[in-house]
């Protein structure tokens, strides 16, 4: 589990694991359910032992005492801002980025066309890198393989970013 993205889940409100579990779940769709409920809770620990969350027994379960109210700290709150702005490519994956822009509109961190922009920009100059690389390499090499699937794959995540824009601006008109 990227701690990334559970402390940008807990951006929009504290929660309990247990919620978390369920807003990726319902971020993810069938994805989500391959998801390991006990990773999310390792993951927790390891965050609040980092100091990027505070933990706190939830007052409104007295009969579960073990369950945990878990609320960003400032670093917290620093780091996902960081996360939020970073662009790279191929990583995140694709369901990482999703629950980036998902986590981003949900919690107000900013706006997920923004980001979506932001990492098309990214794309599009490492796209001009590898066709002028690939420009230069003799026909048929290794090399110039390589710089193919390297192209095609990022004209293929550049089709993905249009679909993503595509969805965020229909969510932002209603429609």
């Excluded at 359910?33 to 390792?42: E, F, P």
């Excluded at 933990?55 to 780091?79: F, I, M, N, W």
């Excluded at 900013?110 to 794309?123: F, N, S, Y």
Aim: hydrophobic content about 45%; overall charge positive.
């Amino acid at each position: 589990m990227q701690q990334e993205v559970l402390l940008a889940m807990l951006a929009k409100e504290p929660s309990h694991g247990y919620q978390l579990r369920a807003r990726l779940r319902d971020a993810l769709g069938p994805l989500g359910d391959a998801m390991n409920a006990g990773q999310v809770y390792v993951t927790l620990t390891r965050l609040e032992k980092a100091g990027l969350l505070a933990a706190e027994r939830s007052a409104d379960d007295a009969d579960r005492s073990d369950r945990k109210v878990y609320t960003l700290t400032p670093s917290g709150h620093q780091r996902v801002a960081e996360w939020i702005a970073e662009v790279s490519w191929p990583k995140p994956g694709l369901a990482e980025f999703h629950l980036k822009l998902v986590a981003a509109a949900s919690a107000g961190l900013a706006d997920p066309l923004t980001i979506v922009d932001a990492q098309r920009r990214e794309l599009l100059r490492r796209l001009r890198d590898a066709q002028r690389a690939a420009m230069a390499e003799p026909d048929r090499s290794d090399a110039a393989l390589l710089l193919e699937g390297i192209v095609l794959r990022l004209q293929a995540d550049l089709r993905w970013l249009e679909a993503c824009e595509k969805n965020w601006t229909r969510r932002r008109s209603g429609s």
